[in-house]
């Protein structure tokens, strides 16, 4: 069953992830009205390393796994939001996304990402953040 019944409950949803933690209510219910929620199983690929990519994911039940063109993998779970890079530079995806587990994913379009930061820096900030953990990640993984 999706579980995007409401207004209330959508935001009850929202506010939990990391990226929305400590919003507004009027920015949370702004940002509902932005997003789709989509189920996948197990198993699925939700991204595919060389192609075009114009939608955000946010993990909301479930996991997955990020394999990177030179082999890297990376788990990510509730809370972790994946698709951000090829939003931000228009370039193909630069990695390869698959569900672990059946997930439950907020979705956003590129005109909605856009719409996101324009309105929110506590967002920009908060995936800012996390491109640059993932660069660090990324070069640990590579000297290793
Ligand atoms: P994008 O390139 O649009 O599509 C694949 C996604 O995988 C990418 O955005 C990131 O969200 C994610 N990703 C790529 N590399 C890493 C990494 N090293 N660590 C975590 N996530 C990654």
């Given at each position: 069953m999706l579980l995007w019944p409401s207004a209330s409950g959508r935001s009850a949803v929202l506010e939990k992830l990391p990226l929305f933690v400590g919003l507004s209510q009027a920015d949370l219910g702004r940002i509902s009205r932005l997003i789709r929620e989509v189920e996948v199983p197990a198993g699925r690929p939700v991204a595919a390393a060389g192609e075009a990519g114009r939608e955000l994911f946010v993990i909301v039940d479930g996991r997955a796994l990020v394999t990177t063109r030179r082999g890297g993998r990376v788990r990510l779970g509730p809370g972790d939001f994946f698709g951000e890079m090829s939003l931000i530079?228009?370039?193909?995806?630069s990695a390869s996304v698959e569900a672990t587990t059946p997930m439950r994913l907020l979705v956003l379009g590129y005109r909605e990402f856009w719409q996101l930061l324009d309105e929110s820096l506590p967002i920009v900030r908060r995936i800012m953040r996390t491109l640059s953990r993932r660069l660090r990640q990324a070069e640990k993984s590579a000297v290793a």
């Open positions: 530079d228009g370039e193909p995806r």
